[in-house]
């Protein structure tokens, strides 16, 4: 299930779901439970997690957006794509460390991460447009 274009895209959106998680249990934990539980309009000084948290939150929506849509284009068209098992892979592989070295601060790898995943989506577009065209 996991080598398929749709177990990605599964495994992309749950992980997305762990991002969210993620983001409420660091603010819980640096501002306290009433916090959390308020409207969040209070002004507070949000920590480099919360700041790394969300922009890895939204680069995760952003590659969802191009790659779920590719993704099930290809499934709509009944295209056949090659390698779609390494796209899919590749795909978790890239974004789980690109989640992991974007939390931890580390730039090279984790642009390194995030260029296996886009390498990954980037083929497969490129498959669905020729099959498309």
């Known amino acids: ?3 398929t ?3 990605a895209l599964l495994t992309n959106l749950f992980l997305f779901a762990l991002l969210f998680a993620a983001q409420v249990a660091v603010r819980t934990g640096t501002h306290g439970l009433v916090y959390s539980l308020s409207s969040l309009d209070a002004e507070v000084e949000s920590t480099t997690l919360e700041d ?8 995760q ?4 957006v191009l790659f779920g849509l ?3 284009t290809s499934n709509q068209s009944s295209l056949s794509i090659d390698h779609e098992n390494i796209i899919a892979l590749s795909v978790i592989a890239g974004r789980s460390l690109y989640v992991l ?9 984790r642009s390194g991460s995030w260029l296996i995943a886009f390498a990954a989506w980037g083929y497969l577009a490129m498959q669905v447009a020729v099959g498309a065209a």
């Open 101 to 109: 070295m974007a939390s931890t601060g580390v730039p090279v790898l």
């Open 52 to 59: 790394r948290l969300n922009r890895i939150t939204r680069n």
């Open 70 to 72: 590719t993704a099930i």
């Open 5 to 7: 274009l749709h177990g």
């Open 61 to 64: 929506l952003e590659f969802i």
């Open 1 to 3: 299930m996991i080598e």
